[in-house]
């Protein structure tokens, strides 16, 4: 019998990039992406006082525009993260801009924040959502995660991500601060330890009541840079930490032709580093914050390798654009077949 998700997925292999990608977040808005089955109750999750159906989350830059929310929590993600979304529309750097590479299950990407703008995002968001006597309640039982990010120009971080937390708070169940993304200049400064200090201030004071907050980092500071920005973000207040965003590094192992394009790179070659990463900032955490690993993330022994080295949380990106939705299905088997042979009943008994 035909199978029509993966037909889609190998059709859409064949088109351009981003036409691809505009077709996928317009049929998953549709909700023509098919539905995922319920999640074995084993792969639930506790993290950020928030409750997991499974802890396989969809990364930022897939729905930037918050087009495409509710389907994609159909699909199976445990959580979803869309955005970056920047204060104004702006868009993004000239095409082409996203490259596969095929050969080594990768992606270069130099999309740059092409954003529809906060206040059309909020638009997108809020018929999703209605007031109950709590607050606002969403559009599933899977938490969405919202991603901010600054305008290429006339940025001022210290107003404008506040101002970001504002407008998003009453929507999110979870906040990340992207402060890594390669292609927006200046950005990555913002990881410094005392500069990350003021902007954690400058939220807390204009918004206490806003949901969990996480910082995403890049994976090519100094391994020494890490501790200070813990720090700082302990400091700060903050919930947790996504490791990592995309790379600016080339591994020498890398063979497609596009491999010298500039831009992050995302997929299976991010994936030591990714993991070496999380292993230095598990060690200095201690459990204290929230762990959310994202960087070539392809299979469940992956996903259970770095639950045990400290994620709470993962999250995949470049898994999805290649296998398209049944690589969810296909995770999550893995995952429970790992847990089984390594003795572990739940997510949450590993956890403790
Ligand atoms: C095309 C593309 C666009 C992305 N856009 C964003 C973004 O807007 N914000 C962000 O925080 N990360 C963005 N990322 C990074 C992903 O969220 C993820 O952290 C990274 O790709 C590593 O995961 P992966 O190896 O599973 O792809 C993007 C990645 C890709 C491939």
């Known amino acids: 019998m035909l199978d029509i998700g993966k037909t889609a997925t190998w059709l859409l292999r064949r088109l351009n990039p981003e036409t691809a990608h505009e077709l996928a977040i317009h049929s998953i808005a549709h909700g023509l992406a098919g539905r995922g089955k319920p999640d074995h109750s084993a792969l639930r999750t506790e993290a950020l006082g928030?409750?997991?159906?499974?802890?396989?989350?969809?990364?930022a830059g897939f729905d930037k525009n918050a087009r495409a929310v509710r389907g994609l929590t159909k699909l199976g993600f445990g959580f979803v993260e869309t955005g970056t979304v920047t204060p104004r529309p702006q868009p993004g750097n000239p095409r082409p801009r996203l490259f596969r590479l095929v050969e080594d299950r990768a992606i270069i990407n130099r999309m740059g924040f092409n954003s529809c703008g906060i206040d059309k995002f909020c638009q997108n968001l809020a018929p999703l959502f209605r007031p109950n006597r709590h607050g606002q309640v969403g559009p599933t039982d899977a938490p969405l995660g919202i991603n901010l990010g600054i305008n290429k120009t006339g940025a001022d971080p210290l107003v404008d991500y506040p101002a970001l937390v504002g407008r998003t708070k009453s929507y999110a169940d979870y906040?990340?601060?992207?402060?890594?993304s390669p292609n927006t200049p200046g950005l990555r400064d913002l990881q410094a330890a005392d500069m990350l200090a003021r902007l954690l201030e400058a939220i807390q004071t204009a918004h206490p009541d806003r949901p969990p907050l996480l910082v995403k980092l890049a994976p090519d500071l100094e391994d020494e840079a890490y501790a200070p920005i813990l720090?700082?973000?302990?400091?700060?207040?903050?919930?947790?930490?996504?490791?990592?965003n995309t790379t600016l590094a080339r591994p020498t192992s890398l063979k497609?032709?596009?491999?010298?394009?500039?831009?992050?790179?995302?997929?299976?070659?991010?994936?030591?580093?990714?993991?070496?990463?999380?292993q230095l900032v598990s060690e200095l955490n201690k459990g204290r914050l929230c762990l959310v690993s994202s960087g070539g993330i392809e299979t469940g022994r992956d996903i259970l390798e770095r639950l045990k080295m400290g994620a709470n949380l993962v999250q995949i990106y470049t898994a999805f654009i290649y296998e398209g939705p049944a690589v969810l299905t296909r995770l999550k088997q893995e995952l429970l077949h790992e847990m089984s042979r390594s003795g572990i009943r739940s997510l949450t008994a590993l956890q403790r």
């Open 50 to 59: 928030l409750s997991f159906p499974n802890p396989i989350g969809l990364a």
């Open 175 to 180: 906040l990340t601060i992207n402060l890594s």
């Open 231 to 244: 720090q700082a973000v302990i400091d700060g207040g903050a919930d947790g930490l996504i490791l990592t």
């Open 256 to 278: 497609d032709p596009h491999r010298d394009e500039t831009g992050g790179l995302s997929g299976a070659p991010l994936a030591d580093r990714a993991r070496h990463v999380l």
